[in-house]
Every structure is written in C-alpha cells, then in structure tokens.
C-alpha cells in the first residue's frame, strides 16, 4: 500500500498542494545520535534530511514512534471523536512516557499517533527550536521514527509545540500539535472533575464570565494573560493551553488542524481547520492582546511577540522575537534589527 | 485460505488512519485511500483498511446485514483486528454498512451521553461513488465556507437523518465515507442540507 | 551585540555525560552490583516493584542503580518499561489465604490459628547505628525453630470474623471485569477496584500522610489491624487456548486486613467493616496505610459523610501518583519565560495605572 495521500482530490480535479515544500535549506535540525551522515546538500529534501531508521524504527527494540500499535490506535480513535466535537476534552488511557509528565507527554503521544515517515516535524518550546525540551523531544522522534525533522514553520508537516503558536501563519496539511498541562478550561474555579463535565454538558459557562468580569472590577482589566479560555464552534469553552492570549486569534479559524495532547490529565482535544475559535470576553472589555512597544532587537519585527532578555545588573534589557525561526527568516531576508537594550 | 491484512501494518495503518483523520478534519473533501488489501466480499478495500487501521478488542463492530451474512468478512475482521462483533447498533463503537441505501437510522447507533459525547459510533459506509463539488451542501468546522458533495447511493432521508442528528449536537454518530480508492468524512458537527 | 543563547542540544549531551559520572561516583569504589541492590537494599527494591506495579526485582534493582537511588526517578523507569510490554491478559485472583507466610501478626487477637508469625521485622529493634555493619563481617545465621502443629493453616483473621457475622462480608466475585487504571482513564467516581489500584502504585509518603490523617481525625474510621501477612503466593494464568491454569511462579506480597468501626441500622445489625490493602514484596507501611485510606474511601458506600481528605476520592486518585505529582511539580523548572512575559506586561501595565491614578488624585486633594 504505498500510494496512500495526504492529497485532497477535490471535483475530480485534484489540488497539488499539501505536500511541504523546503524553501531555504539553512538550519535543517540533524537530531540523530548516530554517527555524522555527509552532509545535507544546500537545498536539502526531507528525504535527504531523514534519520537513519527511516524505513524501520530507529531505535532497536521498539515500534515506529515508540508507541504499541494498540495504544496509537487507541489515541488514534481518541483524535477522531475530538475533531468530531471541537474543544470537547476526549478522555484517553495516557501511557506512562519515558519522559516526565510536565514535559509533553501529552503531545509526545499525539505526534507519535499521527506521525508517518513522509512526515516533516518540527518541536518548538517558547517558540524557539533550540530549547533544550525541544531538542529532547524532537531527539525522540528523530531516534524512534527517523523521520525528517525541521526548524522551518513553512517546512514542517507536524509542529509539536509547548506555549506558543508560531508566527508564521500555517497552512492547509499542517498539525499543531499542542503540549497541555491542565486540560480543563475550569478547573481553576471547580476542582472536581465530576462538576466540570456536568458544566460542560450543559455548556454551563457563566462562572467563567463571572471569573473574568471579577477581574475587570478588580483591576480594570481581564487578568487572564495566558490560557485564555476561548469558545470553540460555539459550544465548549476550551483551554488553548499556556499560550499567551497573544497567539489565540491565530486559532480562529486556522488553515491547520489544531490538536491538543494532556498526558497526566489524560485528554485529547481538537479544533479542526476553518473553525471559529473566539477568545471570551465583554460588550464593554473586548478581547485584547499584548502589545510591545519596541520591535525585535534582532530582526525589527513588529506585531510579534518578543521575549525580554535582562542583559544586565543595571536594568539594561532587549526584546527580541520568542519564535526563533521567524526571527532566523527574517534576517536571513535582510531585516535587521536596531540591536539596542532598551 | 484467511485474505491477509496489510502488508505493512504499522506505516498501512498510520496512512489509514492520517487519510481518514483529514476526511474528519476536512468534511467533504476527499482523500486517497488506496489500501492495497482483498478482503472476501462483499467486504471493500476500503472498509477493510479502516476497520483494521482503527478496530480491536476494545472496540465492538456491528456490520450491516450484507456484511453479516457473509461469514468469511467475520472470520477476516475477527482474525486481523479481535474486535468483538456485536448485533446491537446501540453498543457498537464502529459500524461497518456496505450498503449505506439500507443502512437503519442513523438515531439507532449509539449517540454518546451529554457527560461523554465520544461513546457514540463511528458508521464507515462503502459508497459507490463519491464526488465532490456536486450534491448536498456541507457547512460547519473544518469547512472553509461551504463544499459539496455527492454520494453514490444516498441513504434514505438524508439530509433529514443528518439534520436530526445535528441538532442533537454534541451528541450524534460520525460518518466516514469510503469509495473505490477514496475517504470522506462527515462528522456529526457538519450542517448537510439540499442544495 | 546580543546573540540568542543557543546549544540546548550540546547542553543535553554534556549534562548526560555528567550525570553517568555523577551515578558512578568515586570510581575507586567498587561498583554496585544489580544482585547486591536486590539482595541487600530488598526493601527499596520491593518499593520500586510496587510503585512502578511491575514484580520484576532484578529490573527495579537495576531501575535503582541507574536511578542513582532516587525512588521515584526507578519506579519512573519501571513504569516507562512496563509500558512498552505486551499484555497477555489478567492472572487469576491469588490466594493469600494460602500464602507461605514469612510473618504474619493480629493486633486483634492474641492467639488464633496459624499462630502469630513475627519474622523479619524492625518493630521491636532498638534503632541504634550498627556501627558493626561500617565493616565487613558474617552474619549470624537466624534460628531455626520447630514449626507449630498448626503451621501452614493460616486462615484469615477477618474470615474468622466474618463465620460468625461479625464483620461485612467481603464482596463476592461478580464475574465482572475488572477495571485498569493503566488502560482506561479513571472516570469518577470509581469503583473500589479502581480505588486500590490506584492506591496500591500511589506514592508511599502520600498514602502514609493520607492514611495517618485518618487517625488524626480528618475521616476517623476506628481501624485495628486484624492481620498483616507477608509472604509468598503461587500466581497463576488460564491462557485463552489452554483452558486450564498454569502456575507462572510466586510472588511476594503484603497483605493487610484492617477492622473497622461498625455500622448498623434499624435493618442491618451492627458488624465491622473492612479496608484493605495489598502490595507487592515487603511494605507494611504502605499496606496498613493503604487500607486505612481504603476504608476512608468507601465513606459515601457507608453512608458517612465525605468531610475529609481522605475520603474525598477525586482528591485522593488525582494525586496519589508520584509520577504525576513529581512530573508536574517539577516541570515548573522548564522554561515558562513566554507566560512568564505576559504576566509582565500586564503588571507593569497595572502598577503604571496604579500610579497615574494617584497622581491624578493627588493633585486633585491639592
């Protein structure tokens, strides 16, 4: 069976197009702990960039991705009901993963569900590449299914991600696969899960409001800056996981199927492309993100969301851009930053 | 003599799935499946490829009254996948229908409950032909405005049975469509009207 | 110029590196053995097989040396392996009735059948530093005594009980499947079933603080021990294609039958309850822990009312598991620098207006 696609045929006509295709070849990720390969030709193809156990799982002694096939196919039935019922939390049996809880297990299951060797993956922790989780877990499956693996947003197939969504607006065919410590969109005013889903159930969502106009009251501002609930397809009130609430309109209504991975908490949850995500808020206190009021120091974006480095014990600091590879695209176009502490 | 399952299970079974995932995802856009089996019929590639990329002992098929009164599609689901068989639509996860023109109401499978609206049953029907841009009207998450679709054969009252169905969301049964070589998906949060 | 911090990847390495010499130690120091782990610190490694719920002892002593001895970190490689392992089916229910016990006392009755059995235990050591174990030395081999007449019939003390009425009887097997935590999410509330597999993996510290607040008062329950026992039992399995049971060997298990305060109405004459705890090797603090916050547990079937910790389940389930509980406490040290901006901003923004508006007030006043 080899001519299974990822190909939409629509009106008979079929669309080319999902397929990734690599733009520049710089900073391709070479995750594997075997011995150095010759080297990637300047425009390498995923398949050049592939691990050594492209065609067997890479490392001896366990399937593809490291999951049993009994278990992908369990998370593989949890996937399907949660892009049946967008932003409703599909409980799963969660394995125990050899990394920590905390550390993605959530998503590390989901990718290894979804992930096939035509597969381009990318890893992204506070939007950047190269933080060490990142690696660890892009290490992973670069040991354990050989696919080929990318920094590049426009490149990758499958983005698994922990805090942000990248700036790069993503496209038809791509995953985010999402890393979600607390599931629940609740949780923080009810504790008990029994309550929670009868909420659900009923889409019983006023105490949320409430939470959030107790803040306006309080502080003149909704105090929620990250995992900011959000109303999906007009039903369930979803946690979007630690994002800054920055990120959450590029939910609305994504060209990219969004799915969300709680390994602890043992939930799977989806939203599906061209769906509407909509952060809650007031008639009278719209929804609104973060704003900086310098751009990168490095690239000069603006409209990004930056990261604050303290470069001193004078109070010196710089803002440059939190998605690495947006920042690396940037400059490698020409944009440069003013390269000042603020 | 059995008919073998797939010839690569762990990368069929991932392709299987990723082309039925991204039917889901994308209602009424069509996917490949080439699944590259030969079950006994009157079981199709199609259904065979989905029910042993997706089914096993924990979850219960119940198979349309063609597939049922072929007794090599049972020994063949049974040896490749250990999914239970069951009679009762109520308690299948999966339903198989290799005729979807006499297919029982779609309220008579499982539905899910307010509290957990997954235990419901995915129904995979085998449709003769598939097309896009024609047919009925899809709208709803995953859609990029409105798509079309036309089925070969159509089950009775259609586009009733869906609109039922939809208006008891979150509960409701999905559908994933297969024909020759192709997979569809309409899950229960797609609006189908007349066009 | 700043330049992004990079080399996560070269961090990774250097920092795996480090900590294999880390785990090595003083290299002129003899290198622990699996079998000296297993044989010598006996104890851990029964912990590591009951907590990573894998009754492997070589495996949990090797998770123990590679783990550089922290528990949690070998039940994490345990579990992780246990993971990866086909699963057959379940065995039959072992018979601890029948169980070859290496000690077994009652706190309720001073004689009874089988006898009391004290064995291997610290209870009534004097907890002074055996200096003369800093040196090498033999042991002095354990005395050998004449068993009892009744030796080898160890009924249980709550079977005694419950001849006479005297205690609830103990569920009858239903032919119902029995749950696992390990395949399903626990969806609450859960049965008791569930309610002992989870307590019986959870964290050790955990269910000891659980089950001594109990006694505490925060969800009294009135518990005696009416028998601990540990020893070994024949584990057997019916493979579906054989029919009949085959015997796959023995494992050590502690078993503790808590007695607890009874109950009664107008239509059910008063009898005491039970709570029960079991794990696999040597672990009686876990076990009699275990039961306590069992019987706790089973408030709501008791009809008493759910007030305390211990007896809430949801409570108690979410957070009994050290992996969870460590994973999630300590991936507070990942990075949250992203979130961590936002919460920035927003204060700065806060404590900006914060400002203006006692200015502006201020010069009103003035």
């Known amino acids: 069976m080899s001519a299974i696609g990822m190909l939409p045929l629509e009106g008979g006509a079929p669309e080319v197009a999902q397929v990734p295709s690599p733009v520049r070849g710089r900073d391709r990720v070479r995750d594997t702990p075997y011995p150095e ?57 969660s394995r125990e993963m050899p990394m920590p809880y905390g550390w993605g297990t959530g998503g590390v299951q989901v990718t290894a569900a979804i992930l096939g060797r035509s597969d381009v993956l990318k890893v992204i922790d506070q939007g950047a590449d190269d933080t060490t989780n990142a690696v660890s877990i892009r290490r992973f499956f670069a040991r ?38 607390i599931p629940e969109p609740l949780r923080f005013l009810e504790p008990r899960e029994t309550e929670t889903r009868q909420l659900h159930a009923l889409a019983e969502y006023g105490a949320m409001h409430v939470k959030l106009y107790e803040d306006i009251s309080r502080h003149g501002h909704i105090a929620t800056t990250y995992a900011y609930p959000v109303e999906v397809a007009g039903r369930y009130v979803m946690d979007p996981s630690p994002t800054p609430k920055f990120d959450n309109p590029k939910m609305d209504q994504s060209p990219a199927l969004q799915l969300f991975g709680a390994g602890r908490e043992r939930r799977i949850y989806a939203v599906p492309p061209y769906t509407s995500v909509r952060s809650l808020d007031f008639e009278d206190h719209p929804f609104r993100i973060q704003e900086f009021t310098d751009p990168c120091a490095l690239c000069g974006a603006e409209g990004v969301y930056l990261d604050e480095m303290l470069l001193d014990d004078a109070g010196r600091r710089m803002f440059v851009c939190s998605d690495t590879d947006h920042c690396e695209g940037r400059r490698a176009d020409g944009h440069v930053g003013t390269g000042d502490a603020v | 003599m059995l008919a073998p399952g797939f010839a690569d299970p762990v990368h069929d079974a991932q392709g299987t ?135 070969t054969p159509l089950p009775d009252s259609f586009v009733a049975q869906r609109a039922e169905n939809r208006a008891g969301f979150p509960l409701g049964v999905d559908l994933i469509l297969a024909a020759p070589g192709l997979v569809a998906g309409l899950p229960r949060s797609t609006a189908v009207t007349e066009s | 110029m700043y330049v992004a911090v990079k080399g996560g990847e070269a961090a990774i390495d250097n920092a795996h590196r480090l900590l294999a010499e880390a785990r090595r130690g003083d290299p002129a120091v003899p290198e622990l053995t699996v079998a000296q782990i297993r044989e010598q610190m006996a104890l851990l490694v029964d912990r590591v097989m009951a907590e990573g719920s894998l009754y492997d002892p070589d495996l949990a002593a090797l998770a123990l040396k590679q783990a550089r001895g922290d528990v949690v970190e070998a039940v994490f490689l345990v ?44 209870d009534y050591t004097h907890r002074l530093i055996d200096f003369a174990l800093a040196a090498e030395g033999t042991v002095e081999p354990a005395a050998e005594a004449e068993p009892r007449a009744d030796a080898g019939t160890c009924p249980r003390v709550t079977d005694l009980l419950a001849q006479d009425g005297l205690i609830e009887l103990s569920p009858p097997d239903d032919g119902a499947p029995v749950g696992d935590l390990t395949r399903e999410p626990v969806d609450y509330p859960a049965d008791r079933a569930l309610r002992l597999q989870a307590l019986a993996r959870g964290d050790e510290g955990f269910v000891l603080g659980l089950g001594y607040s109990t006694q505490r008062g925060y969800g009294r329950t009135h518990p005696f021990v009416g028998e601990i026992r540990v020893g070994e039992v024949a584990v057997a399995f019916v493979p579906e294609e054989l029919g009949f049971p085959v015997p796959l060997g023995r494992i050590r298990l502690t078993e503790c039958q808590m007695v607890n305060q009874f109950k009664g109405s107008g239509a059910a004459p008063p009898q005491f309850t039970r709570g029960y705890g079991l794990t696999f090797g040597q672990s009686e603090r876990k076990a009699m822990a275990m039961a306590l916050v069992d019987r706790a547990l089973r408030a709501e079937e008791l009809g008493e009312p759910v007030a305390s910790p211990a007896q809430d389940q949801e409570f108690v389930l979410a957070h009994c598991d050290s992996l969870q509980a460590t994973g999630f406490v300590e991936h507070l040290k990942l990075p949250h620098y992203v979130d961590f901006q936002a919460e920035l901003e927003l204060v700065r923004r806060l404590r900006a207006e914060f400002f203006r508006d006692s200015d502006s007030m201020q010069e009103a006043a003035e």
């Open chain 3, 79 to 122: 579990r992780a392996y246990r993971t990866t392992l086909p699963r057959f089916g379940a065995s039959n229910p072992v018979d601890t009735g029948a169980m070859t016990v290496a000690r077994r006392v009652s706190a309720t009755f001073k004689d009874l059948p089988g006898g009391q059995v004290l064995g291997p235990t610290f």
């Open chain 1, 144 to 181: 354990t299914s050989g696919v080929a693996t990318t920094t590049r947003t426009t490149e990758a197939t499958i983005i698994q991600t922990r805090h942000r969504i990248p700036e790069t607006p993503l496209r038809e065919g791509q995953t985010l696969v999402y890393q979600v410590p």
């Open chain 2, 17 to 151: 799935f990723r082309a039925v995932m991204d039917a889901l995802a994308r209602p009424g856009l069509l996917q490949r499946l080439d699944a590259g089996l030969e079950p006994p019929t009157p079981l199709t590639p199609e259904l065979a490829a989905i029910a042993l990329a997706l089914t096993d002992a924990d979850t219960p098929v119940w198979l349309d009254a063609g597939l049922a009164a072929a007794p090599e599609v049972a020994a063949y689901l049974r040896f490749h996948t250990g999914a239970p068989l069951t009679d009762d639509p109520a308690r299948a996860a999966f339903a198989l229908i290799r005729d979807p023109a006499r297919c029982p109401p779609l309220a008579r499978f499982a539905q899910g409950t307010p509290a957990y609206p997954d235990t419901s049953t995915t129904l995979v029907f085998a449709h003769d032909a598939i097309t896009s841009g024609e047919g009925l009207n899809l709208a709803g998450p995953g859609i990029n405005g409105m798509t079309r679709i036309a089925l």
């Open chain 1, 37 to 93: 390969r010759p080297d990637p030709s300047p425009q390498p193809s995923p398949e050049r960039e592939r691990g050594p156990g492209a065609s067997e799982a890479g490392e001896a002694g366990y399937n593809f991705a490291y999951l049993d096939e009994g278990t992908k196919r369990m998370i593989r039935r949890a996937i399907l009901k949660a892009i049946a019922v967008p932003g409703y939390q599909v409980p799963f049996a």
